[in-house]
Antibody, heavy 117, light 109 residues
Framework: QVQLVQSGTEVKRPGAAVKVSCKAS????????ISWVRQAPGQGLEWMGW????????NYAQKFQDRVTVTADTSTSTAYMELGSLRSDDTAVYYC??????????WGQGTTVTVSS | QTVVTQEPSLTVSPGGTVTLTCASS?????????PNWFQQKPGQAPRALIY???NKHSWTPARFSGSLLGGKAALTLSGVQPEDEADYYC?????????FGGGTKLTVL
């Protein structure tokens, strides 16, 4: 079946970076894009950025422009989101979601990232 | 700073009908914003319901429908079930970037 499986829980110190992976299966990875979305505890959803898997081009939310990098490895059907210069308010669940032709449909299970000294 | 606004909370009786809306700070929401709607229950990842304002996914229950209404995107639930109690989020496209609404907490009571 179509699914996105994300990497496990991360605990990071302030100032560090985190890299979350998202492995796709059940569909042709290169025909789609992947967006990254986060949700702080008790808060709403926040879009962070997107990658066109085939072309490799990216778009980022202005808020994260200088700290986030989204990449993809077509050989393993895996997308990655790296967020640097972590702060305590980056503590959140991070989701990958399939996103192409304005259809945002299949979500990963989420990865909890905790930033604490 | 673009803001997408949803009702913070709504209450509906079982079997009733409720409409959730999604407004843009830039003006009227049109099909060009490609509205998507999602349902999220506590402790779960969001689940997609609607794309391109009106289109349902294969798994979307028939009681959910999307529309453009009075300059906003709208999600209507007809014949609400207790299991529809959840948070609902809209998502709008702004030329290369998506912006989520703040979410609506729907209570079925």
């Amino acid at each position: 079946q179509v699914q996105l499986v994300q990497s496990g829980t991360e605990v990071k110190r302030p100032g560090a970076a985190v890299k979350v992976s998202c492995k796709a299966s059940g569909f042709t990875f290169t025909r789609y894009g992947i967006s990254w979305v986060r949700q702080a505890p008790g808060q709403g959803l926040e879009w962070m950025g997107w990658i066109n898997i085939k072309k490799g081009n990216t778009n980022y939310a202005q808020k994260f422009q200088d700290r986030v990098t989204v990449t993809a490895d077509t050989s393993t059907s895996t997308a990655y989101m790296e967020l640097g210069s972590l702060r305590s308010d980056d503590t959140a669940v991070y989701y990958c979601v399939r996103d192409f032709a304005y259809v945002v449909d299949v979500w990963g299970q989420g990865t909890t990232v905790t930033v604490s000294s | 700073q673009t803001v997408v606004t949803q009702e913070p909370s709504l209450t509906v009786s079982p079997g009733g009908t409720v409409t959730l809306t999604c407004a843009s700070s830039t003006g009227a929401v049109t099909s060009g914003f490609h509205p998507n709607w999602f349902q999220q229950k506590p402790g779960q990842a969001p689940r997609a319901l609607i794309y391109s304002a009106t289109n349902k996914h294969s798994w979307t229950p028939a009681r959910f429908s999307g529309s453009l209404l009075g300059g906003k995107a709208a999600l209507t639930l007809s014949g609400v079930q207790p299991e529809d109690e959840a948070d609902y989020y809209c998502l709008l496209y702004y030329g290369g970037a998506w912006v989520f609404g703040g979410g609506t907490k729907l209570t079925v009571l």
